[in-house]
Each structure stands twice: as structure tokens, then as C-alpha cells.
């Protein structure tokens, strides 16, 4: 003993155990789909929402995890479905499932976190072999309503296995917006590795953290996103895991997400699109400490800027409605500290979140009539990925005067 004091070693990266980075602390937050009923004020899991990224792998993901049996309950409310940009997407990627993919009869489909059936339910009025995974039992209800057979669990190497055994091989296996929720993310790949057949494809779409730091869309971390991917950092992983990336493409969803396809080594060519979108991620520091240290300053400037405008126009005596009752706004309204002082309700057309209270800032979820009944001075956009759909759909808001407040890339009036 020298009687120095050693720096505590830094926390490990969860998929190569390099060093982990911390660019981020958006402080403690709750599970940010848990909207709450009045009488569960104060028995809420909270979490510290701290972001790193790993100097070996590149891989950018949170400090803690919280435990995925909080996230992901029989009652997990979110429905894609009530948004038409989605429902549009994935009827799309059916489609092309369907046309490249599934081409053989009896090809089964199986898709990691189905949801309300909005992809699957093509394919099975399609007449498509597939089963939807997924643990929340009120979306597997819905998906089942649209002719989607699901089943209710997680997917790791256990439910891979019994579905391998009562189905047979997968030809491809899909997911959206659900593998990076996991932080033991190796037990999906091991999954995918019992249940694939051997030259299957395993598709999944994301959230691109390129288009994150670009847009300073700082809202897309909240404890659901676990992971924040790049091509770089997902081509790394996959290896890891004894698959290959060979193709990737950029999607406009959800204000800019990647869908990467992988195979087992060998069974398909690598398509020219991942060195190019490594080499231009390269270009633009994708995995650089740097890029997001200078991320997390515009983080506190935004909000800064928002507690700011939001404190002004409440004390200027103009109404300020919140639309949208996002995962997203989970971060954003217990990041900054905005409650019902500042933004009365968020109305929202999702029936199960209605009547709730919002996770940590404990603002009123109310049905989408009370947003014109009257209309506010101001709404506040948490749903902008899906501002085109609204903003078209809420004409009448801005005819008779109504202003649209936006926080990213920075807090604008619009
Ligand atoms: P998301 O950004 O995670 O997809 O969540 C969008 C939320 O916004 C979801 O709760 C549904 C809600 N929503 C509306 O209230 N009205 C709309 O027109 C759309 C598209 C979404
Ligand atoms: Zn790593």
C-alpha cells in the first residue's frame, strides 16, 4: 500500500467489457412507459439515465439498466398502431419480406417484440407462417384482434429453443426498435443462432444514433434504449455474437433509424452499404468521445431553453398543452423538471395511457378531444417524429392561432 488513492476503474462496456465513457447524465428517471394511476404516486422505480460509450467497441449504451421486468409488463401500453406513419412503414416491410424473403411455401417469419401485430398482421392476411414475441399481453391481445398469433414471453436462447421445436427453422427473423431495449443483448442473438435457419436472415430496424447526435434528438434516451446503435459498434457486435452484417439502410422512422441485416458468416455477400456507412461514420466522429461530450452541452442548453420559454409564456398567462405522451417526454419533462405548473396535460390517442399521470413528472394524460376543447395558445410537440402526420392533422390549431413549440434541434416556435 503506497497510501494513494487509485481513480475508480471506469464501468464496463456490456458487450466486450472495454472502458465505458460517460457523456450524459439526464439524472434519475422513471420507467418511461410506466404511466401511472393516481394512487401509485410514490411507488415508482427510479434510475440514473447516464450514457456512455466504450473506447474498445465503440458501442454507445447507459450506465445502469433497468431491469426489463419493469419496462416490459402485461399492461406495456405503447401501440404502434395509432400512428399512420407506422402502420404505412411496416406494411411496407411486409411487403418486402414477403416479396425477397419469405418466398418459399411454409417459410416461417417469427418477429421479436411484435407489439400490436402492425407488421405481421400483412403477412399473416397474407397467409404467411409466422408467430409474434412478445411479453406484454395487452398488445398481443390487440395483435391477435388483427389475425396475428403471438406468444406472450421474452425472447432469449429458452423461448427460442421451445419455438424451434414446435415450429421448426425461422427463414427470417424481424425485429423493430426492441433488441436495443436489452441490455443481456447476447441472449437475443443466441436466440436468433438456435431459431434461424442456416442461411436465414435476422432484420432489424433501430434508432441511429448518428441521426440522434446530428439532430440533438437527446429525448431518444430513456431507459428503453439501452443501446444506441451505429453501424461501426453493430457490425462489432454481431461478430461478437458469430454473425455478419452484410447489409444496412437508412430509414426515416422515428426521426432516422437504420435497418441492418445479418446473417451467419458466409451465407450471404456483404452489400457495399456497411463499409460506406462505417466510412462516412468515421467521417462525422459517430464514435468519437468528443462528438457526444459536445452532444451533452447542447443537451443543457435545450433545456435551459425550454424551462425558460415554458416559465415565460405560463407566467405571460398563455396556455400550454403538451401533445403526445411520449417515452420520449419521460426524459425530457424529469430531465428539465417540467410538471404540471409548467404543462397542465398531455392529451394522447392511446387509450391505455389516458387518465394516467406521466412517469417522474406526474402531468395528466387526457384523450386527444381535450386538445381542441378549447385549443391552447401553445402546444408542445413531444411526438415530433411524427410532427408531418400532426401538424396536418391539427390544421385547424394554427388557423385559429394555436403555435406549435419544438425542442429539437433547439427549442424554436413554429
Ligand atoms: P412514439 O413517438 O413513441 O411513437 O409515441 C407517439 C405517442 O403519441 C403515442 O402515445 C401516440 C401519440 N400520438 C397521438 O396522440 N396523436 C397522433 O396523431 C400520433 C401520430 C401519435
Ligand atoms: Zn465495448
Not at 401485430?117 to 414475441?133: P, Q
Amino acid at each position: 500500500m503506497n497510501g494513494r488513492k487509485q481513480a475508480p476503474a471506469p464501468p464496463a462496456c456490456r458487450l466486450c467489457a472495454g472502458p465505458l465513457h460517460e457523456w450524459v447524465d439526464l439524472g434519475p428517471q422513471p420507467v418511461s412507459n410506466a404511466f401511472l394511476r393516481p394512487e401509485d404516486v410514490g411507488r415508482e422505480s427510479i434510475f440514473r439515465l447516464a450514457v456512455g460509450i466504450c473506447a474498445d467497441c465503440t458501442m454507445v449504451q447507459q450506465l445502469e439498466a433497468m431491469p426489463t421486468d419493469s419496462m416490459f409488463r402485461a399492461d406495456y401500453p405503447y401501440r404502434s398502431r395509432t400512428s399512420a406513419g407506422l402502420r404505412n412503414h411496416f406494411e411496407q416491410v411486409a411487403r418486402w419480406l414477403h416479396r425477397d424473403l419469405l418466398v418459399r411455401p411454409g417459410d416461417l417469419v417469427v418477429e421479436i417484440g411484435s407489439n400490436d401485430g402492425v407488421m405481421l398482421r400483412t403477412l399473416a392476411a397474407a397467409g404467411v407462417r409466422h408467430l409474434g414475441v412478445d411479453p406484454s399481453a395487452g398488445a398481443a391481445q390487440a395483435a391477435a384482434a388483427a389475425g396475428v398469433r403471438v406468444r406472450v414471453d421474452f425472447f432469449d436462447e429458452r423461448s427460442a429453443q421451445a419455438i424451434r421445436a414446435e415450429e421448426g427453422a425461422a427463414r427470417v427473423v424481424f425485429s423493430a426498435n426492441t433488441i436495443s431495449h436489452v441490455a443481456d443483448i447476447g441472449t437475443i442473438f443466441r436466440g436468433v443462432d438456435r431459431l434461424l435457419a442456416p442461411d436465414g436472415v435476422f432484420v432489424f430496424e433501430d434508432r441511429y444514433v448518428g441521426d440522434i447526435v446530428e439532430h440533438a434528438y437527446f429525448d431518444q434516451i430513456y431507459d428503453e434504449h439501452f443501446y444506441l446503435f451505429a453501424v461501426r459498434s453493430v457490425a462489432a457486435m454481431v461478430a461478437r455474437f458469430g454473425f455478419d452484417l452484410v447489409d444496412v439502410e437508412r430509414i426515416p422512422i422515428h426521426g432516422g433509424s437504420l435497418r441492418f441485416t445479418v446473417v451467419r458468416p458466409g451465407a450471404h455477400e456483404r452489400q457495399p452499404s456497411v463499409l460506406k456507412m462505417i466510412e462516412d461514420e468515421a467521417r462525422f466522429g459517430v464514435a468519437e468521445l468528443d462528438t457526444y461530450l459536445r452532444f451533452g452541452r447542447q443537451i443543457d442548453r435545450i433545456g435551459g431553453d425550454l424551462v425558460a420559454l415554458l416559465t415565460d409564456l405560463r407566467d405571460a398567462g398563455h396556455r400550454v398543452v403538451g401533445y403526445g405522451a411520449t417515452s420520449k417526454s419521460a426524459t425530457v419533462t424529469n430531465y428539465c423538471g417540467i410538471g404540471p405548473d409548467l404543462v397542465p396535460f398531455i392529451c394522447d390517442t392511446t387509450a391505455e395511457k389516458q387518465g394516467r399521470l406521466s412517469p417522474g413528472a406526474h402531468i395528466p394524460i387526457r384523450p386527444h378531444a381535450t386538445f381542441s376543447d378549447p385549443y391552447p395558445d401553445y402546444a408542445l410537440l413531444f411526438a415530433w417524429n411524427h410532427a408531418e402526420e400532426i401538424m396536418a392533422k391539427e390544421r385547424r390549431f394554427v388557423e385559429q392561432g394555436g403555435r406549435w413549440i419544438l425542442y429539437v434541434p433547439h427549442v424554436h416556435i413554429i
